[in-house]
């Protein structure tokens, strides 16, 4: 077994996300109980701190100013979009070999696991001694290999609160409401929508996801049932709804504009759910409708944290640096849910396993008629928002008997 010893890098990558701090928290901790680790650096703005050599010392901070900044939400080390190539990469290795890095720790999604990826692949290239281990991250939830991802439980409990509120005004007035929710491939984060149902006729009562194609007449159809039924309709909404032919609804809009990654912009605009009001609005004649992009505050609300989901966050860094320890592998940390009862373990999987693959919503998890959920995502989905998950209420008194009317 490898008894690599040096000094070790964090960084993060990607979207921000309620909890993302807990698991650079979590390496740091377990990184000051290994002496094979001399020092702790953080990058500032991820990948592209690296080639600026723009560091933080991480050894020098206090435990107690660790706690503080694990408990806040955002990318407290800054984050960064950057997609390093091979030359990308040749800069980030000569200043790892100047700082004398040998420990690399990168915690994102889908696109992040790949950098980890090409990072491992050209540390074995340049027969540089590094382990690379990718630490799960995405409100997306859309990680292969993993039950859930630090960073959705929150965020998802963010969605349900928001269509609880949006569903006790919707039903105070009537009318029509459309949330549109992040998740550009996988529906998960839409479907945690779900979770604001606790009466029968609770919203949302329709929720489209990126794993059905979207049809606008069966769309209408469905409006209309839910409406005539109730008087009122909340509707959830994945950014990522496509047509048949796989093509997203957005782009239909305002045309493809790409990220450095090449992945289509679905966010920062609010034209899908303008575009879904209107509709409703010219084919069903129905006038009170209106649309919210819920945006950023999914990612970065501070104080809606789930418990779960900040004690899960922590513990992937912490069980990334014991893989690196006790391993002589790169790969990427995974979320396992053991059944029956729910408790988080945590493997190391192989890094082309997650980089750069989407995991999608079950078909379990989604109703016949695509336009809703299943019991079984209620009952896995429930555990991640956290222990204290607020409730909505309603008067239990008896009605009075009509007189004027009866």
Request: with cysteine.
């Amino acid at each position: 077994m490898s008894r690599l010893e040096g000094k070790a890098l964090v960084a993060q990558g990607g979207g921000p996300t309620h909890v993302i701090n807990q698991s650079v928290v979590g390496v740091a901790l377990e990184a000051r109980r290994h002496s094979r680790i001399h020092a702790l650096y953080g990058a500032v703005h991820g990948v592209r701190g690296i080639i600026e050599e723009d560091f933080l010392d991480l050894t020098r901070e206090t435990t107690r100013n660790l706690d503080l900044v694990g408990a806040t939400p955002s990318s407290g080390l800054l984050s960064t979009r950057d997609k390093p190539d091979a030359e990308y990469c040749g800069r980030m290795f000569e200043v790892m070999k100047a700082h004398d890095i040998r420990f690399f720790f990168y915690v994102g999604g889908n696109d992040s696991s790949d950098t980890v990826r090409i990072v491992s692949e050209h540390a074995k290239a340049a027969n540089y001694d590094l382990r690379a281990i990718h630490i799960p991250k995405t409100i997306d939830n859309d990680l292969e290999e993993n039950d859930h991802c630090p960073g959705f439980g929150s965020a998802a409990r963010y969605v349900a609160n928001a269509f609880t509120g949006a569903s006790l005004d919707n039903r105070a007035l009537g009318g029509i409401y459309i949330g549109i929710v992040m998740g550009r491939h996988a529906g998960f984060l839409t479907a945690a929508a779900a979770m604001a149902n606790t009466y029968d006729d609770d919203g949302p009562h329709l929720i489209y996801l990126p794993e059905r194609a979207f049809d606008t007449d069966k769309f209408l159809a469905d409006v209309r049932s839910v409406y005539q039924k109730h008087g009122c309709c909340v509707i959830a909404v994945s950014e990522g709804i496509s047509d048949s032919s796989g093509t997203p609804v957005i782009t239909k809009l305002m045309g493809e504009e790409r990220d450095a990654h090449g992945n289509v912009q679905l966010s920062g605009t609010g034209a899908l759910g303008d575009l879904l009001a209107d509709t409703i609005k010219e084919k069903l004649g129905i006038k009170r409708v209106r649309a919210d992009t819920f945006g950023y505050l999914q990612r970065c609300l501070i104080g809606s944290a789930s418990d779960v989901d900040q004690a899960e966050a922590r513990e992937v860094g912490e069980a990334a640096v014991r893989f690196a320890m006790l391993g002589d592998a790169d790969g990427s940390v995974a979320i396992r849910r053991p059944v029956p009862d729910y408790r988080a373990s945590y493997d190391l999987v192989p890094l082309q396993n997650v980089a750069g693959k989407t995991r999608h919503m079950p078909d379990a998890f989604i109703n016949a008629a695509g336009n809703h959920v299943t019991p079984a995502f209620r009952d896995w989905c429930r555990p991640l928002l956290g222990s204290d998950m607020p409730q909505a209420h309603r008067f239990r008194a008896p009605a009075v008997p009509k007189i004027l009317k009866a």
